[in-house]
């Protein structure tokens, strides 16, 4: 009896594999008659039999039929594409080398369909749609351990940049536990060459309170990129922050009294007594006046000095100064405005006041008009950051020659502005 009840399992065993190899088969035959539900409909029921959820071919065929869904606008909405990735993926699990050439195209293609799609997805602010696009791309390029696309360097470029986005989307998505490991292994990357990992890890860090992690960062960072604006800015945000400005112009004045040409220390310390004659809140609100204004505004104006002998061609550095000498004379102006009396002391110091905001409104045109001349040429081709300056150059001037009833000055800078709109 015992005999009797093994080989009827058995006979019942062998039935139910030649049931699932026809439903492959129908599976096949519905897809080549474009029957897509009847296709996945037979398949599976043999991905769910045990008799064949191990067979390579069942998720071969489940994989081919998903991607053909994929095609077909009214499936999208039951999101083919990543179930046809589940099943190529079970494939290169069970049998690397089963249709291994197809399989490896099929990956690919759906790997570079969700870069597109995290691109889409990122552009439109869906970070968390773009982040699981990412995820979709790793998850393919990282099989067998990297090695099955080892050779494919134009899919490490891809799988790279998807890595990046898929971070930036997490740090927008607020997951920062995931973006932080995954930035971290992105800035030594020779495929990814950009100042915005080292600015990206450095936000994190600073909502952490992590500020040693913060200036390590800083400086590893203005050593890979030491022109990058950006870069720059945190790293005076950071003494400024931390009330270490003295130990940074002392750093900086150091590094400027070896190399007395570099352009890059002479703007940093420029920018930095600067920023401490015209102090800001976390808000960007003005502060009162330092008790040393006076003694900062003089270090600014020989910083400037000295960086305009190094760099006189420079419109970034022009503009920056044409703001110094203006902001200034905004100074005077609000000096003039507080006195209320009519005493000859009084008017005397009016006086003095004018001529000096008369003289530093003279000397911020100066640098104004030093930066839009050397922008204007080559306006077709500006950088968005050097169209901005132009365009700030333009803005600052009309006020200053509004002020100096230079109207027909004005009136050109206007034109100019109003070109740029059109």
Not at 51 to 77: F, H
Not at 230 to 251: C, N
Not at 307 to 323: I, Q, R, T
């Amino acid at each position: 009896m015992k005999k009797f009840i093994v080989t009827a399992v058995c006979l019942a065993a062998g039935f139910s594999a030649m049931a699932q190899k026809i439903n492959i088969q129908n599976a096949l035959n519905s897809q080549s008659d474009k029957e897509l539900d009847k296709a996945l409909e037979f398949i599976e029921k043999a991905a769910a039999d045990p008799s064949t959820k191990d067979n390579p071919k069942t998720w071969y065929v489940r994989g081919s039929i998903l991607l053909d869904m994929q095609n077909d606008p009214k499936y999208k909405a039951s999101q083919p594409l990543s179930k046809a990735t589940e099943s190529f993926v079970k494939v290169v699990e069970l049998d690397p080398k089963y249709e291994k050439e197809t399989v490896g195209k099929a990956l690919r293609g759906i790997a570079f369909s969700n870069y597109n799609n995290l691109v889409d997805a990122y552009n439109a602010k869906k970070y968390e749609d773009a982040l699981a696009s990412s995820k979709e791309v790793a998850r393919i390029h990282e099989l067998d351990g990297g090695k099955k696309y080892a050779a494919d360097k134009y899919f490490d470029t891809i799988a790279t940049n998807a890595k990046l986005f898929g971070a930036y989307s997490a740090v927008n998505a607020n997951k920062t536990d995931e973006a932080l490991p995954v930035l971290l292994s992105l800035k030594g990357n020779p495929i990814i060459q950009t100042p915005n990992v080292y600015l990206a890890l450095i936000d994190i860090y600073k909502k952490q309170g992590k500020e040693s992690e913060v200036i390590a960062l800083i400086e590893e960072g203005r050593k890979a990129y030491p022109n990058n604006k950006a870069l720059e800015v945190e790293e005076l945000t950071y003494y400024t922050r931390t009330g270490k400005q003295d130990e940074f112009l002392r750093k900086l004045e150091d590094a400027a009294a070896k190399d007395p040409s570099n352009a890059n220390y002479l703007a940093n310390i420029a920018t930095a007594y600067t920023n401490m004659a015209f102090p800001k809140d976390a808000q960007g609100k003005a502060l009162p006046k330092p008790a040393n204004y006076d003694d900062l505004i003089a270090k600014a104006n020989v910083a400037y000095t000295n960086l305009l002998k190094a760099a006189p061609n420079s419109a970034d550095y022009n503009f920056n100064a044409g703001v110094f000498y203006f902001n200034q004379a905004s100074e005077y102006i609000s000096a003039m405005n507080k006195i209320d009396g009519n005493t000859a002391a009084d008017k005397k110091k009016i006086d003095e006041l004018s001529a000096k905001t008369n003289a530093a409104f003279e000397q911020s045109a100066q640098y104004f008009e030093k930066a839009y001349m050397q922008l204007e040429p080559k306006l077709a081709s500006l950088s968005s950051d050097d169209k901005s300056t132009y365009w700030s150059s333009l803005s600052a001037l009309k006020q200053v020659y509004t002020r100096q009833n230079k109207m027909d000055k004005a009136n050109e800078m206007k034109a100019k502005m109003d070109a740029m709109k059109k």
